[in-house]
């Protein structure tokens, strides 16, 4: 099925493309959605009009989340997690949890599905991908450690609880 884009379409294309997609799903997602209609003829005279409009959609949009991508440009969210010896975590640090702490940390209202990234199940530091809009993909870390160790960041380093190491010498002697 030859669908012509009314809207920005995640990892499909841009409005005012044609592209080709399965039939399910342009005919269940797509047209009822309103992010394609069918690529007539009369519907391909239209072409122009859509990208015109789209672009300054864009253009607005991208104005308008480029002080929230500048705030996760350099974004930092750590994690305390219990994990066995080897680094591999009893659980996993979920995208929703990613979401809420930098939604807690720096007073945003990020979605989970703008999100990407597996869920971490190992320690150490991950990269995360943001995607505000189809222009503005800031990517930010994330560290995972050990309940009771410390974490040494370089602009953050008061936000982190430092123990003692007596902690680690204690089970070397048991």
Do not use: W
Request: proline share 5%; glycine share 6%; no cysteine.
């Amino acid at each position: 099925m030859k669908v012509l884009l009314t809207k920005d379409v995640y990892k499909l294309g841009r409005a005012g493309d044609v592209k080709r997609v399965a039939d399910g799903y342009g005919r269940n997602f797509l047209l009822p959605q309103g992010l394609a209609v069918l690529a007539t003829p009369g519907a391909l005279k239209q072409v122009d009009r859509i990208r015109s409009v789209a672009s300054t959609k864009r253009a607005a949009l991208n104005s308008e989340m480029s002080g929230v991508a500048e705030k996760l440009a350099n974004a930092v969210v750590t994690f305390a997690s219990k994990a066995g010896e080897t680094g591999k975590l009893y659980g996993s640090i979920t995208p929703q949890m990613v979401v809420d702490a930098i939604n807690k940390k720096y007073s945003l209202s990020i979605d989970r599905h703008m999100v990407e990234i597996q869920p971490i199940r190992t320690l150490g530091e991950h990269k995360a991908h943001i995607r505000l809009t189809v222009d503005l993909n800031p990517d930010i870390k994330v560290i995972v450690h050990r309940e009771g160790e410390t974490v040494e960041l370089a602009e953050e380093t008061p936000a982190v609880v430092e123990e003692t190491p007596a902690a680690p010498e204690a089970e070397a002697q048991e």
